[in-house]
């Protein structure tokens, strides 16, 4: 698995999450709950790729 493709995932990720946040007051109520449903999913699989990293970290 490519580590550079893991890390822009999980900081496009945070970064995403944390627009969500800030921005919550501009967005419209649709597309606040459609960015927050993917936001989660997507903030979920990068906390799986950081675990899966430290699980696989010396097998390499």
Do not use: H, N, Q
């Amino acid at each position: 698995m490519d580590p550079t493709a893991t890390i822009i995932f999980i900081i496009a990720s945070f970064v995403l999450g944390g627009l969500v946040v800030l921005k919550k007051d501009t967005l419209s109520p649709g597309l606040r709950r459609g960015m927050a449903i993917f936001s989660i999913i997507f903030i979920a699989f990068a906390f799986f790729l950081i675990v899966y990293a430290f699980f696989t970290m010396g097998s390499a």
